[in-house]
């Protein structure tokens, strides 16, 4: 359990998957599904840890960097011999009793980990329980600056499909956006929630409109979103455009350079 410290980033490299090169747990652009795939430098193979009492044991939660959607197993899909690859979710973290999120870290020979889920016991490779999924647990250290937003473009900001409305033809996707503002140490109200339909699925453009809501100027830099992934679920700094889907998002507000916003941290993935 020490490789999962609270609060690092860490990567998860497949020891069973390696092949000639080097595969990562990767929360796919979706928002809901997991895979493994090669690109080591992304955001979206970087998992952030949350450790948890639960039942008298430490449970360690991993949530993603890119969108803050945790870990978990779909019970409906999993095996009962163990879970594969594609049985793992991204999930939201709704109550502290919810326990498809919770899993244990063993330590393998060499140093290597295997992933036990709290309910459904070893990860194992398609459902083979001669083949635990071995994992190699890579530290990610912070960045000393939060990176810059992706610039909207029509390839990453959701100009797939054209969705009609009173006021006339609108491309994007379409989620529903439930919005706060907190205060300087991160405080902020659990009722009260602004709402309102954003389209697409560029960040940059997601910041300018909740600006909007909030009476504040489109192109206001003293803003810094972060993402909440279900009531239980820890912020995480919203830097990348948002995921493929259409399920409403939680979005808290922080005042740039306030201390709640400076104690946000950001995996450096390049390193």
Known sequence: MEQFPDGAHVRLRSRVHGGGGCLYLHADEDGVGVSLRGHRGSLSVAWRVHRVLHGGATR?????????RYLAVRPETAPPQG???????QCVYDAPEQDDVLWEAVEARGGDV???HHRYGLWY???DPSKAMRWVIEAIPPRPEPPALPAPSPSVGGFSGLLRRSTGPVWGRL???????????G????IGWGTYDFYGQSVYRL???VAIQLAEP?????????VRAGLCGRLTPLVTDLPRSEEPMDVVVLTTGSPAAEALVYPDVDA
């Open 60 to 68: 360690v939660l991993l949530y993603g960097a890119a969108y803050g």
């Open 125 to 127: 490779d398609n459902g």
């Open 175 to 185: 989620r529903r956006i439930r919005y706060v503002r907190a205060d300087d140490h």
């Open 83 to 89: 879970i594969r690859a594609c049985h793992a979710v």
């Open 207 to 209: 910041r300018g409109e």
């Open 218 to 226: 489109f192109a206001s830099i003293g803003m810094t979103l972060c």
């Open 114 to 116: 295997l992933m036990r």
């Open 187 to 190: 405080n902020f109200a659990q």
